[in-house]
């Protein structure tokens, strides 16, 4: 593997942890109701693990409400226990055909609940940032003990990661200061 081969890795890996990050985030309720809510929501279906979003239409018909329309009736109970067996805290309503989940004001404490759900989400995007940082120059280390790269090429490419890893690193910071802000909001 070259240099530039373990640069660019190291960058595309750095930007999947932020990624990763991002798309938990969207998945915890603030005081909108949002389908990305039901993404962890899995259901059985002939046989496999399937998500809600898969076999049923998600509409937002109102600021706090989910209208959950699957696409077989037949699917109306199974979702119901699965939402209810989720960590989402809502109580479905069924009415035939679908099903709404209506949400509620969030309470001071869950909003304290999310937030240090996200400040561990973005101390796990930290770690993972800096495994890949570790990678790399275990990498660079590497290359140096095989002869095909200098010790002073190892330290300027050393130094290239760690500014990768510092940027990467903000920039969790950031969006997980940006999510605390939207959690935290009235």
Do not use: C, W
């Amino acid at each position: 593997m070259s240099v530039n081969d373990i640069l660019t890795d190291t960058e595309k890996k750095m930007k999947g942890a932020i990624e990763a990050m991002t798309h938990d985030f969207s998945s915890y309720r603030t005081g909108r109701a949002t389908p990305a809510v039901l993404e962890r929501v899995h259901v059985e279906y002939y046989g496999t693990e399937t998500p809600i979003s898969q076999i049923a239409n998600i509409s937002v018909p109102e600021p706090r409400q989910l209208l959950i329309t699957p696409y077989e009736k037949s699917l109306v109970p199974t979702i119901e226990k699965a939402i209810l067996k989720s960590d989402l805290g809502i109580n479905p309503i069924t009415d035939g055909s679908g099903i709404r989940l209506n949400f509620p004001q969030m309470t001071e404490d869950r909003r304290k609940d999310l937030v240090k759900q996200v400040h561990s989400r973005t101390e796990g995007a930290r770690v993972s940032i800096r495994n890949v940082r570790r990678e790399a120059i275990d990498q660079f280390k590497t290359l140096e003990k095989k002869k095909e790269i200098t010790e002073d090429d190892v330290k300027g490419h050393e130094t290239k990661v760690q500014k990768l890893t510092d940027q990467f690193v903000a920039q969790a910071d950031e969006l997980g200061k940006k999510k605390e802000a939207e959690l935290m909001s009235v």
